[in-house]
Protein backbone atom coordinates (compact mmCIF):
# COMPACT_ATOMS: atom_id res chain seq x y z
CA UNK A 1 0.00 0.00 0.00
CA UNK A 2 3.07 2.45 1.06
CA UNK A 3 4.21 1.90 -2.56
CA UNK A 4 1.31 2.64 -4.20
CA UNK A 5 0.48 5.41 -2.22
CA UNK A 6 4.30 7.32 -3.44
CA UNK A 7 3.61 6.17 -6.59
CA UNK A 8 -0.25 8.24 -6.66
CA UNK A 9 1.45 10.96 -4.91
CA UNK A 10 4.24 11.30 -7.41
CA UNK A 11 1.56 11.09 -10.15
CA UNK A 12 -0.57 13.81 -8.73
CA UNK A 13 2.17 16.01 -8.08
CA UNK A 14 3.23 15.47 -12.02
CA UNK A 15 -0.13 16.46 -13.11
CA UNK A 16 -0.18 19.32 -10.58
CA UNK A 17 3.15 20.86 -12.13
CA UNK A 18 1.64 20.41 -15.51
CA UNK A 19 -1.89 21.96 -14.93
CA UNK A 20 -2.95 24.88 -16.56
CA UNK A 21 -3.72 26.77 -13.74
CA UNK A 22 0.15 25.90 -11.81
CA UNK A 23 1.40 27.93 -14.98
CA UNK A 24 -0.56 30.90 -14.72
CA UNK A 25 -0.06 30.90 -10.92
CA UNK A 26 3.44 31.37 -12.10
CA UNK A 27 2.84 33.70 -14.98
CA UNK A 28 0.55 36.18 -12.62
CA UNK A 29 3.84 35.86 -10.28
CA UNK A 30 5.94 37.35 -13.04
CA UNK A 31 3.47 39.77 -14.22
CA UNK A 32 3.56 41.51 -10.63
CA UNK A 33 7.71 41.73 -10.52
CA UNK A 34 7.94 42.85 -14.45
CA UNK A 35 5.89 45.49 -13.51
CA UNK A 36 8.03 45.95 -10.87
CA UNK A 37 10.89 45.82 -12.91
CA UNK A 38 9.90 48.20 -15.32
CA UNK A 39 8.75 50.78 -12.58
CA UNK A 40 12.18 50.42 -10.56
CA UNK A 41 14.50 50.61 -13.80
CA UNK A 42 12.95 51.90 -16.47
CA UNK A 43 10.72 55.23 -15.00
CA UNK A 44 11.75 58.10 -12.86
CA UNK A 45 11.49 55.87 -9.81
CA UNK A 46 14.88 54.43 -10.73
CA UNK A 47 17.39 53.32 -7.75
CA UNK A 48 20.61 54.96 -7.06
CA UNK A 49 23.90 54.21 -9.34
CA UNK A 50 25.59 52.11 -6.08
CA UNK A 51 22.87 49.42 -6.06
CA UNK A 52 24.32 46.14 -5.58
CA UNK A 53 21.93 42.67 -7.33
CA UNK A 54 20.48 42.25 -3.55
CA UNK A 55 19.35 45.76 -3.52
CA UNK A 56 17.67 45.69 -6.86
CA UNK A 57 16.21 42.03 -6.21
CA UNK A 58 14.83 43.54 -2.33
CA UNK A 59 13.41 46.85 -3.99
CA UNK A 60 11.88 45.17 -6.94
CA UNK A 61 10.12 42.21 -4.82
CA UNK A 62 8.85 45.01 -2.26
CA UNK A 63 7.81 47.88 -4.49
CA UNK A 64 6.09 45.23 -6.80
CA UNK A 65 3.61 43.93 -3.99
CA UNK A 66 4.14 40.60 -4.37
CA UNK A 67 3.49 39.86 -0.56
CA UNK A 68 -0.36 40.94 -1.88
CA UNK A 69 -0.57 38.94 -4.74
CA UNK A 70 0.85 35.51 -2.68
CA UNK A 71 -3.01 34.41 -1.61
CA UNK A 72 -3.98 34.49 -5.31
CA UNK A 73 -0.67 32.13 -6.35
CA UNK A 74 -1.12 30.38 -2.88
CA UNK A 75 -4.98 29.02 -4.32
CA UNK A 76 -4.68 28.73 -7.85
CA UNK A 77 -2.73 25.50 -8.77
CA UNK A 78 -4.35 23.27 -6.49
CA UNK A 79 -6.30 24.24 -3.29
CA UNK A 80 -10.17 23.01 -4.81
CA UNK A 81 -9.05 19.53 -5.77
CA UNK A 82 -10.18 17.98 -2.77
CA UNK A 83 -14.06 19.88 -3.43
CA UNK A 84 -14.32 18.99 -6.69
CA UNK A 85 -13.39 15.27 -6.07
CA UNK A 86 -15.86 15.14 -2.82
CA UNK A 87 -18.71 17.40 -5.08
CA UNK A 88 -18.41 14.42 -8.03
CA UNK A 89 -18.63 11.48 -5.97
CA UNK A 90 -15.00 10.55 -7.14
CA UNK A 91 -13.56 11.09 -3.03
CA UNK A 92 -15.31 7.95 -2.03
CA UNK A 93 -13.76 5.74 -4.49
CA UNK A 94 -10.44 7.09 -3.82
CA UNK A 95 -10.60 6.25 -0.44
CA UNK A 96 -12.56 3.07 -0.81
CA UNK A 97 -8.91 2.19 -2.67
CA UNK A 98 -6.32 4.21 -0.43
CA UNK A 99 -8.03 5.14 2.77
CA UNK A 100 -9.55 8.71 4.17
CA UNK A 101 -6.02 9.37 5.84
CA UNK A 102 -3.97 8.69 2.91
CA UNK A 103 -5.66 10.20 0.49
CA UNK A 104 -6.42 13.42 2.43
CA UNK A 105 -2.88 13.63 3.26
CA UNK A 106 -1.75 13.48 -0.22
CA UNK A 107 -4.20 15.88 -1.26
CA UNK A 108 -2.57 18.02 1.10
CA UNK A 109 0.94 17.78 0.52
CA UNK A 110 0.80 18.32 -2.73
CA UNK A 111 -1.11 20.78 -2.96
CA UNK A 112 1.58 22.71 0.02
CA UNK A 113 4.38 21.87 -2.15
CA UNK A 114 2.52 22.70 -5.59
CA UNK A 115 1.53 26.26 -3.88
CA UNK A 116 4.69 27.20 -2.77
CA UNK A 117 6.56 26.39 -6.04
CA UNK A 118 4.05 28.33 -7.67
CA UNK A 119 5.08 31.42 -5.61
CA UNK A 120 8.45 31.03 -5.26
CA UNK A 121 9.62 30.76 -9.22
CA UNK A 122 9.24 33.96 -10.14
CA UNK A 123 11.67 34.84 -7.14
CA UNK A 124 14.00 32.17 -9.15
CA UNK A 125 13.68 34.27 -11.92
CA UNK A 126 14.02 37.48 -10.47
CA UNK A 127 17.15 36.13 -8.58
CA UNK A 128 18.84 35.19 -11.90
CA UNK A 129 17.99 38.88 -13.62
CA UNK A 130 19.70 40.81 -10.53
CA UNK A 131 22.78 39.04 -10.54
CA UNK A 132 22.73 39.44 -14.71
CA UNK A 133 21.63 43.06 -14.77
CA UNK A 134 23.94 43.92 -11.81
CA UNK A 135 27.09 41.46 -11.75
CA UNK A 136 28.39 41.30 -7.87
CA UNK A 137 31.15 42.47 -8.15
CA UNK A 138 30.49 45.80 -9.11
CA UNK A 139 28.73 46.91 -6.42
CA UNK A 140 30.14 44.66 -3.40
CA UNK A 141 27.33 44.64 -1.01
CA UNK A 142 29.39 44.80 2.04
CA UNK A 143 31.95 47.88 1.17
CA UNK A 144 30.21 50.79 1.59
CA UNK A 145 27.38 52.48 4.05
CA UNK A 146 25.45 54.72 1.75
CA UNK A 147 21.31 54.59 2.37
CA UNK A 148 19.83 52.88 -0.45
CA UNK A 149 15.67 53.10 -0.65
CA UNK A 150 14.50 49.52 -0.26
CA UNK A 151 16.57 48.30 1.37
CA UNK A 152 15.10 46.39 4.61
CA UNK A 153 15.65 47.65 7.99
CA UNK A 154 16.03 46.77 11.49
CA UNK A 155 16.02 42.89 12.27
CA UNK A 156 17.43 41.94 9.20
CA UNK A 157 19.62 44.73 7.91
CA UNK A 158 22.79 42.94 9.28
CA UNK A 159 21.84 39.90 8.14
CA UNK A 160 21.24 41.22 4.58
CA UNK A 161 24.73 42.93 4.67
CA UNK A 162 26.60 40.10 5.78
CA UNK A 163 25.00 37.61 2.99
CA UNK A 164 22.81 38.77 0.68
CA UNK A 165 22.18 35.07 -1.06
CA UNK A 166 20.85 33.52 2.45
CA UNK A 167 18.53 36.23 2.89
CA UNK A 168 17.38 36.33 -0.64
CA UNK A 169 17.04 32.36 0.16
CA UNK A 170 15.11 33.15 3.44
CA UNK A 171 12.47 35.39 2.46
CA UNK A 172 11.68 33.19 -0.89
CA UNK A 173 11.32 30.37 1.98
CA UNK A 174 9.38 32.68 4.23
CA UNK A 175 6.87 33.33 1.02
CA UNK A 176 6.78 29.27 0.08
CA UNK A 177 5.68 28.44 3.65
CA UNK A 178 3.10 31.27 3.80
CA UNK A 179 2.04 30.41 -0.03
CA UNK A 180 1.93 26.46 1.37
CA UNK A 181 0.05 27.97 4.43
CA UNK A 182 -2.77 29.25 2.66
CA UNK A 183 -3.35 26.31 0.26
CA UNK A 184 -3.99 24.40 3.20
CA UNK A 185 -6.37 26.86 4.78
CA UNK A 186 -7.80 27.11 0.98
CA UNK A 187 -8.07 22.96 1.25
CA UNK A 188 -9.21 22.23 4.85
CA UNK A 189 -12.68 24.94 3.54
CA UNK A 190 -13.45 21.73 1.50
CA UNK A 191 -14.30 19.87 4.89
CA UNK A 192 -16.50 22.46 5.10
CA UNK A 193 -18.00 23.38 1.59
CA UNK A 194 -17.88 22.27 -1.46
CA UNK A 195 -17.99 25.77 -3.58
CA UNK A 196 -15.15 26.39 -4.94
CA UNK A 197 -15.79 29.99 -5.10
CA UNK A 198 -15.86 30.14 -1.04
CA UNK A 199 -12.45 27.61 -1.18
CA UNK A 200 -10.56 29.98 -3.38
CA UNK A 201 -12.08 33.84 -2.71
CA UNK A 202 -12.30 33.32 1.47
CA UNK A 203 -8.38 32.41 2.15
CA UNK A 204 -7.59 35.42 -0.08
CA UNK A 205 -9.98 37.72 1.52
CA UNK A 206 -9.13 36.69 5.10
CA UNK A 207 -5.28 37.67 3.84
CA UNK A 208 -5.85 41.14 2.46
CA UNK A 209 -8.50 41.92 5.64
CA UNK A 210 -6.10 40.83 7.87
CA UNK A 211 -3.40 42.69 6.19
CA UNK A 212 -5.97 45.82 6.10
CA UNK A 213 -6.41 45.76 10.15
CA UNK A 214 -3.02 44.79 11.12
CA UNK A 215 -1.31 47.85 8.82
CA UNK A 216 -4.06 50.13 8.42
CA UNK A 217 -6.13 50.37 12.18
CA UNK A 218 -2.92 48.74 13.84
CA UNK A 219 -5.74 47.03 16.25
CA UNK A 220 -3.61 44.08 16.84
CA UNK A 221 -0.34 45.42 15.77
CA UNK A 222 1.63 45.60 12.47
CA UNK A 223 3.17 42.61 13.14
CA UNK A 224 0.11 40.18 12.56
CA UNK A 225 0.23 41.17 9.37
CA UNK A 226 -0.10 38.27 6.52
CA UNK A 227 2.92 40.35 4.86
CA UNK A 228 4.79 41.38 8.01
CA UNK A 229 6.95 37.50 7.71
CA UNK A 230 6.96 38.11 3.95
CA UNK A 231 9.25 41.59 3.86
CA UNK A 232 10.39 41.31 7.10
CA UNK A 233 8.34 44.32 8.31
CA UNK A 234 10.65 46.71 6.94
CA UNK A 235 8.17 49.54 6.89
CA UNK A 236 9.36 49.26 11.03
CA UNK A 237 13.40 49.95 11.58
CA UNK A 238 12.68 48.18 15.10
CA UNK A 239 11.18 44.56 14.83
CA UNK A 240 11.36 41.46 16.91
CA UNK A 241 11.76 37.72 15.68
CA UNK A 242 7.93 37.58 16.40
CA UNK A 243 6.95 38.55 13.27
CA UNK A 244 7.62 35.72 11.45
CA UNK A 245 5.73 33.58 14.02
CA UNK A 246 2.70 35.72 14.89
CA UNK A 247 0.80 34.88 11.50
CA UNK A 248 1.71 31.65 10.77
CA UNK A 249 1.38 30.37 13.98
CA UNK A 250 -2.83 32.38 14.19
CA UNK A 251 -3.04 30.74 10.68
CA UNK A 252 -2.08 27.27 11.40
CA UNK A 253 -4.20 27.64 14.31
CA UNK A 254 -7.09 28.02 12.81
CA UNK A 255 -6.86 25.42 10.36
CA UNK A 256 -6.49 23.02 12.96
CA UNK A 257 -9.44 24.24 14.34
CA UNK A 258 -11.06 23.71 11.36
CA UNK A 259 -10.09 20.23 10.75
CA UNK A 260 -10.81 19.10 14.45
CA UNK A 261 -14.27 20.27 14.20
CA UNK A 262 -15.18 19.32 9.93
CA UNK A 263 -12.49 16.79 8.94
CA UNK A 264 -14.00 13.71 10.11
CA UNK A 265 -14.30 10.59 7.48
CA UNK A 266 -18.78 9.97 7.89
CA UNK A 267 -19.10 13.87 7.26
CA UNK A 268 -16.85 14.28 4.61
CA UNK A 269 -18.24 11.26 2.59
CA UNK A 270 -21.94 11.82 3.78
Known amino acids: MKEITKAATKDTLFRAFRSRRFGIAVGVGMIFLIVGVYTRLFSDQALPKE ?3 ADLWFHIYTYAHYALALPILAVMPFSDTLAIERAEGFLRLLVFRSGFRAIVRERFFVNAVASA ?7 AGLYLF ?20 GRPYGLLMPFFR ?17 SALYATFAMSLSFVTTNRYWILGV ?35 YTSARIFFLHPLTLTALISAI ?4 ARRERVLS
Open 130 to 149: TNLYVPRWIYPINVWDIPVA
Open 259 to 262: LILF
Open 51 to 53: YSY
Open 117 to 123: VAAMLPL
Open 162 to 178: RAPDLFILFITGMVGLM
Open 203 to 237: PCAFYLFSHFVAVKTNLFGADLSPAAPLYGNSWHE
